[in-house]
């Protein structure tokens, strides 16, 4: 049921697109508003503030999901599953914005390319590089970062553990994301992201190339403290790579002027996101058939 339940989410974001401009979500900012600042929301501690904000309203409202799963053949259940991941995972609708960035990179349009990457494409707490090499190289971390959190991060706790583990995920995101300042507020983001992101990257292996990509996963495979970001960084640029490069923008020789190579990197960016999704839709489905049991 997971795996229909996902085909069709995918197909209705693919052809009836919900368009965001920003990746926080102003419902959960307003619920976090309710605790933020009082004396005895603070006095819980990181842990504590965590699991009032995040962890409950998760078991809450996935647990309730789970009850109405009974009722009128599950119709209910699966009519909201489909309304909560579509409004999830519209946040990971920025392909508009890497098609006007590659469009800008292909007329030459260094400027266009910057001014869109620095309102849609930049991490707020990183100064965008207007030299065309670095700004590109943190064009291709940042995209893959937040296709990994806002698209296969949310897929891969709703296979496991259904809408509590969507939840679970997507409040731990909002979260971190609103108490960026707070290092240890990152850690419990981090470990959700452990498996999925060692995942991801060996399907990025999988649909590129795979003996140079698997040799840089399996570097990164048991070194815990690394960030998902950095591991899917190195992994999809060994994917695309041919020659062992170790940033997006090795192979230029002039890399101020040479915009031909940043906008062939970033299709192949794009595509091997797209390739890995396939493969992981393919998994799914064959785990549905052999053992429908276990979703």
């Given at each position: 049921?997971?795996?229909?339940?996902?085909?069709?989410?995918?197909?209705?974001?693919?052809?009836?697109?919900?368009?965001?401009?920003?990746?926080?979500?102003?419902?959960?900012?307003?619920?976090?508003?309710?605790?933020?600042?009082?004396?005895?929301?603070?006095?819980?501690?990181?842990?504590?503030?965590?699991?009032?904000?995040?962890?409950?309203?998760?078991?809450?409202i996935?647990?309730?999901?789970?009850?109405?799963?009974d009722?009128?053949?599950?119709?209910?259940?699966?009519?909201?599953?489909?309304?909560?991941?579509?409004?999830?995972?519209?946040?990971?609708?920025?392909?508009?914005?890497?098609?006007?960035?590659?469009?800008?990179?292909?007329?030459?349009d260094?400027?266009?390319?910057?001014?869109?990457?620095?309102?849609?494409?930049?991490?707020?707490?990183?100064?965008?590089?207007?030299?065309?090499?670095?700004?590109h190289?943190?064009?291709?971390?940042?995209?893959?970062?937040?296709?990994?959190?806002?698209f296969?991060?949310?897929?891969?706790?709703?296979?496991?553990?259904?809408v509590p583990?969507?939840?679970?995920?997507?409040?731990?995101?909002?979260?971190?994301?609103?108490?960026?300042?707070?290092?240890?507020?990152?850690?419990?983001?981090?470990?959700?992201?452990?498996?999925?992101?060692?995942?991801?990257?060996?399907?990025?292996?999988?649909?590129?190339?795979?003996?140079?990509?698997?040799?840089?996963?399996?570097?990164?495979?048991?070194?815990?403290?690394?960030?998902?970001?950095?591991?899917?960084?190195?992994?999809?640029?060994?994917?695309?790579?041919?020659?062992?490069?170790?940033?997006?923008?090795?192979?230029?020789?002039?890399?101020?002027?040479?915009?031909?190579?940043?906008?062939?990197?970033?299709?192949?960016?794009?595509?091997?996101?797209?390739?890995?999704?396939?493969?992981?839709?393919?998994?799914?489905?064959?785990?549905?058939?052999?053992?429908?049991?276990?979703?």
């Open positions: 049921m997971k795996f229909l339940i996902l085909f069709f989410t995918l197909m209705l974001q693919r052809y009836r697109a919900i368009n965001r401009s920003t990746t926080t979500s102003r419902s959960f900012a307003k619920w976090f508003k309710l605790f933020q600042g009082r004396s005895w929301f603070m006095k819980l501690g990181r842990t504590g503030r965590y699991i009032l904000v995040v962890f409950l309203p998760s078991i809450v996935g647990g309730s999901f789970v009850i109405i799963e009722q009128f053949w599950g119709l209910p259940a699966i009519v909201l599953e489909i309304a909560l991941l579509l409004y999830v995972l519209s946040h990971a609708d920025f392909d508009r914005h890497v098609e006007q960035y590659r469009t800008d990179l292909a007329n030459g260094i400027q266009g390319a910057y001014r869109c990457a620095d309102q849609y494409l930049s991490i707020p707490e990183i100064e965008l590089s207007d030299k065309l090499a670095k700004m190289d943190q064009v291709c971390h940042t995209i893959l970062h937040r296709w990994f959190e806002f296969f991060l949310m897929l891969f706790w709703f296979l496991v553990l259904g583990g969507v939840l679970l995920a997507w409040f731990s995101l909002q979260y971190s994301q609103l108490v960026h300042c707070e290092e240890k507020a990152w850690r419990p983001l981090h470990w959700l992201s452990w498996i999925p992101a060692r995942l991801l990257g060996l399907t990025f292996a999988l649909a590129g190339n795979f003996v140079q990509a698997v040799t840089i996963w399996q570097q990164t495979l048991w070194k815990g403290r690394i960030p998902a970001d950095v591991v899917l960084y190195k992994v999809a640029l060994a994917s695309l790579s041919h020659q062992g490069s170790e940033k997006c923008m090795d192979s230029m020789v002039n890399a101020e002027s040479d915009t031909k190579v940043a906008c062939d990197q970033m299709l192949e960016l794009q595509k091997l996101h797209g390739r890995s999704a396939v493969v992981w839709l393919v998994i799914i489905a064959l785990i549905t058939i052999v053992g429908g049991t276990l979703f």
